[in-house]
């Protein structure tokens, strides 16, 4: 498969998820699938097509927040020659171009009310009429649809269309998010890791190191799995030394000592006085956990370093400095820690 249509995991939400597609494919009926930005559901709109007996035919697909409200229709529906200004020739619409085929709606809740109107029509009667025109059109379109929005809600509140959202609802494929697909993190993480080695024509994969998997199991990834290859693809094309695992990880590529400062606000002295507010006892629940505080001060200093390390790219006398150590005080360290048994380079 093309690199950006990877479907892979292996946790129990995950292959749930790919089940329910695999069952839902060989079906003439509306899909809906809904989950959170960079879960995948461009990739189940694929998988639907493509285990259906129109994967021979058209895969369309309209991204409906692209499009200003006015050209929306335009676009699904079609025109003729002057049906509008601009309109300087007739227009097969998206439904015309995915006939015997799929269509897929991305961002569905953008629809406006017209759209919706027009579009329940086409979903009911398997016809559409070209903006301009007299003549109805019959297509055969299987759609799916996708959002990260609640639909039910927005039907509640007259926001979407009830009767379009009964149609459209013959079976919903909810994607569960990254934080909920356990053990899938390494696995991914390790497949995007070797393809960005491969592009970059590197002998070996050699991993990441202890503390930079971690750090990428307890990152929450708003941006699901998307976001989880950018910030894979971009470790490794920083990472110099391909002899050792990568042992750093930018979360926020804007994450910068010299970006903008936000413009001064009226209460800035009333938030720099609570900066320095002192904690309060209860602000840190995981503190219950600890039973021997010189083990858990020995955990987060060892932790410290090797992070430093690993920003530095295990070049001691630059993270000596950048901890405010002496080459000789960080060497010490790293021996109490058992970090020189990794043979890292001064």
């Given at each position: 498969?093309?690199?950006?249509?990877?479907?892979l995991g292996?946790?129990?939400?995950?292959?749930?998820?790919?089940?329910?597609?695999?069952?839902?494919?060989?079906m003439?009926r509306?899909?809906?699938?809904?989950?959170?930005?960079?879960?995948g559901k461009?990739?189940v709109?694929?998988?639907?097509?493509?285990?259906?007996?129109?994967?021979?035919?058209?895969?369309?697909?309209?991204?409906?927040?692209?499009?200003?409200?006015?050209?929306?229709?335009?676009?699904l529906?079609?025109?003729?020659?002057?049906?509008?200004?601009?309109?300087?020739?007739a227009?097969?619409?998206?439904f015309?171009?995915?006939d015997?085929?799929?269509l897929?709606?991305?961002?569905l809740?953008?629809?406006?009310?017209?759209?919706?109107?027009?579009?329940?029509?086409?979903?009911?009667?398997?016809?559409?009429?070209?903006?301009?025109?007299?003549r109805?059109?019959?297509?055969?379109?299987?759609?799916?649809?996708?959002?990260?929005e609640?639909?039910?809600?927005?039907?509640?509140?007259?926001?979407?269309?009830?009767?379009?959202l009964?149609?459209?609802?013959?079976?919903?494929?909810?994607?569960?998010?990254?934080?909920?697909?356990?053990?899938?993190?390494?696995?991914?993480?390790d497949?995007?890791?070797?393809?960005?080695?491969?592009?970059?024509?590197?002998?070996?994969?050699?991993?990441?190191?202890?503390l930079?998997?971690?750090?990428?199991?307890?990152?929450?990834?708003?941006?699901?799995?998307?976001?989880?290859?950018?910030v894979?693809?971009?470790?490794?094309?920083r990472?110099?030394?391909?002899?050792?695992?990568?042992?750093?990880?930018?979360?926020?590529?804007?994450?910068?000592?010299w970006?903008?400062?936000?413009?001064?606000?009226a209460?800035?002295?009333?938030?720099?006085?609570?900066?320095?507010?002192?904690?309060q006892?209860?602000?840190?629940?995981?503190?219950?956990?600890?039973?021997?505080?010189?083990?858990?001060?020995?955990?987060?200093?060892?932790?410290?370093?090797?992070?430093?390390?690993?920003?530095?790219?295990?070049?001691?006398?630059?993270?000596a400095?950048?901890?405010?150590?002496?080459?000789d005080?960080?060497?010490h360290?790293?021996?109490?820690?058992?970090?020189?048994?990794?043979?890292m380079?001064?």
């Open positions: 498969m093309e690199r950006d249509v990877q479907f292996q946790s129990e939400a995950f292959l749930d998820a790919v089940d329910r597609t695999s069952r839902a494919a060989p003439r509306p899909v809906l699938v809904i989950g959170e930005r960079g879960t461009e990739l709109a694929e998988r639907l097509h493509r285990l259906s007996k129109r994967w021979g035919e058209p895969l369309v697909t309209l991204n409906c927040a692209a499009l200003p409200e006015t050209l929306i229709e335009a676009e529906f079609g025109h003729e020659q002057g049906a509008f200004t601009g309109a300087t020739r227009r097969a619409g998206r015309e171009e995915a015997k085929g799929t897929f709606l991305d961002e809740a953008t629809l406006s009310m017209g759209a919706q109107e027009r579009l329940l029509r086409a979903v009911e009667y398997g016809e559409v009429t070209r903006i301009g025109s007299s109805a059109i019959q297509v055969d379109v299987r759609i799916v649809a996708a959002t990260n609640d639909l039910p809600r927005l039907a509640q509140q007259g926001r979407f269309r009830a009767d379009l009964d149609r459209l609802s013959f079976d919903v494929i909810t994607l569960p998010p990254l934080r909920a697909r356990e053990g899938d993190i390494p696995v991914l993480s497949f995007f890791g070797r393809r960005m080695a491969t592009e970059l024509r590197w002998e070996e994969w050699p991993g990441f190191s202890e930079a998997m971690r750090s990428l199991e307890d990152y929450p990834w708003p941006g699901n799995v998307r976001e989880l290859r950018n894979v693809e971009r470790a490794v094309y990472w110099d030394d391909w002899d050792r695992p990568v042992g750093y990880i930018q979360f926020d590529p804007f994450d910068s000592p970006k903008p400062a936000p413009p001064p606000r209460d800035a002295q009333v938030a720099q006085a609570s900066d320095f507010e002192a904690p006892p209860n602000s840190s629940p995981h503190f219950d956990s600890i039973s021997d505080l010189r083990i858990a001060v020995d955990a987060h200093e060892r932790a410290i370093v090797e992070h430093a390390l690993g920003r530095n790219r295990y070049n001691q006398r630059q993270t400095k950048a901890l405010g150590l002496t080459y005080q960080l060497r360290c790293m021996k109490k820690h058992g970090l020189l048994d990794r043979q380079g001064a």
